[in-house]
């Protein structure tokens, strides 16, 4: 990889990061690119060339995330979407607040979801052709996705020793 790639790959990543924090801090309404770039360190010019508008950078920030979610690793396809998945649910800093405020983007804005819809029917195909592995699998996704929506929604019944109960029994479950 080229000098200038690395750059442009470190300016957007520095972006990204800046776009959560603010996100985290102040919702994605009150969020504006000269504060993105401010935090950055970067001038508004270097933030617009990676991201020409502020839909740009909330999509960039969701794809971004689903690329995570989506991190090629080894394994049966259910334990992947566990260890990979559940981590996300267990890491998330202030997750309710980032939540909250990017389902309200992605209200404003229904292309929001286009990266996430892709990303579920790229795993889905992959489940679908993963077997044995199969019925596991798509337990696995849907059981997982469930709690990642009782944890965006701020509407689990789960105490914090329940819900590590779960993502355990999730995970025993992948696994076997």
Known sequence: MCAA?????????????AANALVREL????????????????????????????DALVRGMIERFVE???APSEGKVAERIADIRLA?????????RASHSMLAAIAENPSLLEPIREAHAKLWAE???????ADKA???????????FFEM???SPLSDEERAA??????????A
Do not use: H, Q
Not at 166 to 175: H, W
């Open 27 to 54: 919702g994605v309404s009150r969020m504006t690119l000269d504060a993105v770039a401010a935090r950055a360190g970067l001038s508004k010019g270097g933030l617009l060339y990676n991201f020409p508008s502020k």
């Open 5 to 17: 790639a690395v750059t442009k790959r470190g300016s957007r990543d520095a972006i990204l990061d």
């Open 138 to 148: 798509l337990t696995t996704w849907l059981a997982v996705e469930g709690l990642c």
């Open 88 to 96: 996300k649910i267990e890491n998330l800093p202030d997750k309710n």
């Open 68 to 70: 995570t979610l989506n």
């Open 166 to 175: 779960v993502i355990a029994k999730l995970r025993a479950m992948a696994a």
């Open 153 to 155: 929604f701020a509407t």
């Open 127 to 133: 489940i679908k052709l993963s077997g044995e592995d």
